[in-house]
């Protein structure tokens, strides 16, 4: 079920604590007040740097989909403000373009200014610089730390004001923020923590953005991540791994997560139908029984909305309300549109789950394909800096590299046949070396503050070198007193059994920060020369190497990761653009590795020869890595393999009905299509529909690809007769099909068969579909299969074209009442789903498939001529760099299938 709450403190100025003006925003005990109307919002956390400024438009318009109207983003100072006075706000850093992508889609923005912000980011987003600010206490009533912070907010201020982006200019943002979740350390602070809360509100007030301030501080009030991205580079906070709450509605790569999305999009739509009562009517609550209660809203004269709430968590329970009686789920809610017709459970899912899959696009699995550079380990005598004692970690790197190497000399002159290094630390890792050979390592975890680390050595007669590389994994992103907290190495000596052999933790250290590799940069293009590359050994392996290779794009526009299952921990570049530190070999409680799989935005890449570069810390293996599209598909049924028995004896049958609409053309070869290229059947007897659209630039060379579609689907049919019904095999069907098929052409197809378990299952090649209806709402829709923009998948003789096996393969379990609606690019690229949800909702006698199939066509065929609309075809042209306006002509066929 899903708890879904908005906690927040509003600031005001000048001691009115109830109501403040700003510009068109204002708000009172109950709600935001918009341009003078009541608002519910729906807000969701979409991080802009966690990102690429190419996957905003899409990420943003999901989001719309998904029914919020508010996004809101943190401020990420560290981001924008790497040195006093240096600011950035390029790229993914582009917090202007990021709130003007907002607007362009006509949603609301809460700016999270801050600037701590927590948010399991490195140094809950302060600059470390700040560190060494003389007498800083962070959070606090501290003037240092006060200068320095009202500066930023300033800063962040006047650049949205300078852009017009406050609501009182015009502009999307409704709210900002101050300071967060800052209940949590206030009490460490003593007096200094509420005279710090009176001053931050203050200072926020006089920047008068026009717009009421607030304060996240609720203990345990969740952030509403809607996209949670991916941690490039070392923005990741302490042991936090690179992948950022994928299990968010819309997942690292920008999928819809099912049916998380779908189920709080319902969720959404059914607050927002009671909306106005919710805001004007009067709340009463009472009790329904002795974990059962009921919250009502109801106006005077009209509307009347009901929360039915069972707060337990094992049981159904009955309840009576109003003279109705009411099943409540366990641990859930039932909505209740004027206070009688349930329209929302949280417990009762309606959307169909699905399932991210990875089809591998290249393996990297030729030693010949790699070369390697092994980092120098260096001795006392190769460092500049030095000490008479063992420094902290974080204050010596200042968060320039998560390395720093200690190492000192002496010599040995005990006797000791089986001597142990000892080492304590505070960080994360540790490595250690003895005369530049590996010892051994070990490493903590996030709930333990420290380790310790123990490894058999060997040592020489006379002088020895010993080189510790202690890492860190991020830095901590909460808690009070950041400025205070230690990092690295506490203790260092070398044990005989229970003997000390020496103590080392106050002697003369040399220390220093960072790879050779790092420093060198040779994770860039340019700098690659600055190390001896040469071609990589794998059977002997070492800690600290670099492996670079090449790879080409893969073709379409899939996201891409790398699968690192067989690396141990470092880092990855490609292009010179970190994708993120890696840990493959941390293990979860259960045993499996914390991630594998990294995301590479296809904005990092080029076409062609792409530089990836790997820095492995332990002894990991590259030739076993590739590189891989992430795609969801499979949709695969929820039900127990009883219910699914059971149903067998009450299979669904389904009513068919179809519309065709050719397009209109000039070409000399009308004579030759006046039918179209698009091609469908129908056939009852085998529970089977099918669409497909010969591709159109067939034109060019005088063939009229209308033929190998009709020719494919006639084939299609013919298959069909040796099937059975309730049973029929898809894949034999269209490769018996596409081996039949004789004419010039190619074609996209999609093909869909109801079967005996009540499940739909569908094979689609290219940019032809499906959706399905439930309730008249979208609960599924098949994805395409695009080389490129306009350039899909397609079945075809040619050596341009593709075979069946590529096809997509989708189950898709249905309900009686459920309605397909199947048809070719004509019908995809020109109508999205809520605008067939309004077709369905409007004709009563959905019994007439033919009716529902010809006004979706003309509905579909209006938009297509109408030169600016916005149309699925204008964004996808949109996302692939074309801005090309309104809607596509093409042939439109569409089927519509209702399942009784």
């Known amino acids: 079920m899903l708890w879904w709450w908005l906690v927040a403190v509003v600031i005001v100025g000048e001691g009115n604590w109830l109501l403040v003006r700003g510009g068109e925003v204002t708000y009172d005990g109950r709600s935001l007040i918009i341009d003078g109307q009541r608002k519910i919002l729906f807000s969701g956390s979409i991080h802009y740097p966690r990102s690429t400024p190419q996957m905003w438009p899409s990420l943003i318009e999901k989001a719309k989909e998904g029914g919020l109207n508010v996004i809101q983003t943190y401020v990420f100072w560290n981001l924008h403000e790497p040195q006093p006075g240096q600011y950035d706000f390029s790229g993914r850093y582009d917090l202007v373009k990021f709130i003007k992508e907002i607007q362009s889609q006509s949603l609301y923005v809460a700016l999270r200014i801050g600037?701590?912000?927590?948010?399991?980011?490195?140094?809950?987003?302060?600059?470390?610089?700040?560190?060494?600010?003389?007498?800083?206490?962070?959070?606090?009533?501290?003037?240092?730390?006060?200068?320095?912070?009202?500066?930023?907010t300033r800063k962040i201020v006047e650049l949205m004001k300078s852009e017009g982006l406050y609501a009182s200019q015009g502009g999307p943002i409704i709210l900002s923020q101050i300071e967060n979740e800052y209940q949590n350390v206030e009490a460490a602070f003593g007096e200094k923590g509420p005279s710090y809360v009176v001053w931050a509100a203050k200072m926020a007030v006089q920047l008068d953005t026009g717009v009421p301030w607030m304060m996240c501080k609720q203990t345990d009030a969740p952030d509403p991540v809607y996209h949670g991205g991916t941690n490039f580079g070392r923005t990741a906070s302490a042991y936090v791994i690179t992948s950022y709450y994928d299990q968010a509605p819309l997942d690292e790569y920008g999928f819809k997560r099912q049916p998380k999305w779908g189920h709080l999009k319902d969720l959404h739509a059914a607050i927002s139908l009671c909306s106005t009562t919710l805001l004007q009517g009067l709340q009463t609550n009472f009790s329904l029984g002795q974990l059962q209660e009921a919250y009502v809203f109801e106006e005077e004269t009209r509307g009347c909305v009901a929360f039915l709430v069972n707060n337990d968590g094992r049981e159904n329970a009955t309840v009576q309300f109003r003279n109705l009686t009411f099943q409540l789920l366990p641990k859930s809610i039932s909505i209740l549109a004027d206070c009688e017709k349930e329209i929302f459970n949280t417990a009762k899912v309606n959307t169909v789950s699905n399932e991210r899959t990875t089809t591998t696009s290249e393996t990297f699995n030729g030693t010949d394909r790699w070369e390697e550079y092994r980092d120098d380990i260096p001795n006392f005598l190769d460092t500049s800096l030095k000490s008479n004692t063992l420094l902290e970690h974080m204050n010596t790197t200042k968060d320039k590299s998560d390395y720093l190497w200690y190492t000192f000399s002496f010599q040995h002159n005990l006797s000791c046949t089986e001597p142990v290094l000892h080492v304590e630390s505070l960080g994360h890792v540790a490595h250690a070396f003895v005369n530049s050979t590996y010892a051994g390592a070990a490493h903590g975890n996030h709930d333990v503050k420290g380790f310790t680390m123990d490894v058999p050595i060997v040592l020489n007669d006379g002088m020895n070198n010993i080189s510790i590389l202690s890492v860190m994994v991020g830095l901590p992103d909460s808690g009070a007193f950041l400025e205070r907290r230690f990092a690295g190495l506490t203790k260092v000596e070398i044990h005989c059994g229970e003997i000390v052999l020496y103590n080392f933790t106050n002697y003369e250290w040399g220390y220093q920060v960072g790879l050779l590799g790092e420093k060198l940069q040779i994770y860039t293009e340019k700098d690659l020369g600055n190390a001896n590359w040469s071609k990589v050994d794998i059977s002997t392996t070492q800690p600290l190497t670099w492996y670079k290779t090449v790879f080409d794009a893969p073709v379409g526009d899939d996201p891409i990761a790398l699968e690192l299952g067989t690396m141990g921990k470092g880092e990855a570049w490609v292009n010179g653009q970190s994708i993120g530190r890696f840990w493959v070999s941390f293990q979860t409680s259960d045993g499996n590795s914390s991630q594998t799989l990294y995301n590479v935005p296809r904005s990092f890449l080029k076409p062609y020869g792409n530089l990836l570069v790997i820095l492995e810390e332990f002894k990991g293996d590259p030739v076993q890595i590739s590189l891989d599209t992430i795609s969801v598909y499979i949709i695969v049924s929820q039900e127990t393999s009883m219910t699914r028995s059971t149903r067998l004896h009450h299979s669904f049958d389904m009513v068919m009905g179809s519309f065709y609409l050719p397009k209109q053309t000039k070409s000399k070869l009308r004579h030759r299509r006046r039918h179209g290229e698009d091609a469908h059947f129908l056939c009852h007897e085998k529970l089977t529909i099918g669409v497909a659209d010969g591709v159109g630039g067939w034109l060019k060379k005088g063939i009229d690809s209308g033929n190998y579609s009709r020719e494919l689907l006639r084939n299609s049919v013919t298959a069909l007769d040796s099937e059975s019904r309730g049973a029929v095999n898809?894949?034999?069907?269209?490769?018996?099909?596409?081996?039949?098929?004789?004419?010039?052409?190619?074609?996209?197809?999609?093909?869909?068969?109801?079967?005996?378990?009540?499940?739909?299952?569908?094979?689609?090649v290219g940019d032809s579909g499906f959706m399905l209806f439930r309730n008249s709402k979208c609960v599924f829709q098949s994805p395409s299969q695009h080389h490129g923009f306009n350039h899909p998948y397609q079945l075809g003789n040619s050596e341009f074209g593709d075979g069946p096996d590529i096809a997509t393969e989708i189950v898709v379990q249905v309900q009686s009442g459920d309605v397909v609606v199947a048809g070719t690019d004509g019908l995809i690229d020109n109508m999205f789903p809520y605008e067939i949800e309004e077709i369905l909702s409007r004709i009563e006698d959905d019994k007439s498939v033919c009716k529902l199939a010809r006004t979706i066509a003309k509905y579909a065929s209006y938009n297509a001529t109408d030169r600016y609309s916005d149309s699925p075809f204008s964004r996808a042209s949109k996302l692939a760099g074309k801005n090309r306006l309104g809607g596509k002509v093409d042939d439109i066929s569409v089927i519509v299938a209702k399942i009784i």
């Not at 034999?732 to 378990?757: H, N, P, Q, W, Y």
């Open 115 to 152: 600037p701590f912000i927590e948010s399991e980011w490195t140094y809950g987003g302060f600059p470390f610089w700040l560190h060494d600010v003389p007498d800083i206490v962070y959070r606090s009533d501290n003037e240092p730390f006060k200068f320095y912070m009202q500066n930023f």
């Open 730 to 764: 898809l894949r034999r069907v269209l490769e018996e099909a596409f081996c039949m098929t004789k004419s010039e052409g190619s074609s996209t197809v999609c093909i869909i068969t109801l079967g005996d378990d009540n499940c739909l299952t569908a094979l689609n």
